[in-house]
């Protein structure tokens, strides 16, 4: 059985940083694309970041370049997001996923990615 599995959310202060962690089981998911995705109260579900399957690719959305940072160790099959400075704005449910196509560059189209997880609660107060 195919899981993603994030973690590392919680309640943080304006200002503050956390890291999530996306751990992939049942498949190596270490050859194919993997991006970062949220999705606030009565919102529709937002892309945040992406990276190529090896990692030296990586894209943001303007809302959280220069703040937020996505790697992965494809070793332990794991993708990260670093978030810094974080702002109220940013609280949302934060979804891995993986998709696109093996040895692929970034994904941006959230249509293209095939598993998800079931995502980690990030709140931030101001």
């Known amino acids: 059985q195919v899981q993603l599995v994030e973690s590392g959310g919680g309640l943080v202060q304006a200002g503050g940083s956390l890291r999530l962690s996306c751990a992939a089981s049942g498949r190596t998911f270490s050859n194919y694309p993997m991006g970062w995705f949220r999705q606030a109260p009565g919102k529709v579900r937002e892309f945040v970041a992406a990276?190529?399957?090896?990692?030296?690719?990586?894209y943001y959305a303007s809302s959280v370049k220069g703040r937020f940072t996505i790697s992965r160790d494809n070793a332990k099959n794991t993708v990260y997001l670093q978030m810094n400075s974080l702002k109220p704005e940013d609280t949302a449910v934060y979804l891995c996923?993986?998709?696109?196509?093996?040895?692929?560059?970034?994904?941006?189209?959230?249509?293209?990615?095939?598993?998800w997880g079931q995502g980690t609660q990030v709140t931030v107060s101001s």
């Open positions: 996923a993986a998709g696109g196509t093996l040895y692929g560059g970034y994904v941006l189209n959230l249509s293209e990615y095939v598993y």
């Open positions: 990276t190529s399957w090896s990692g030296r690719s990586t």
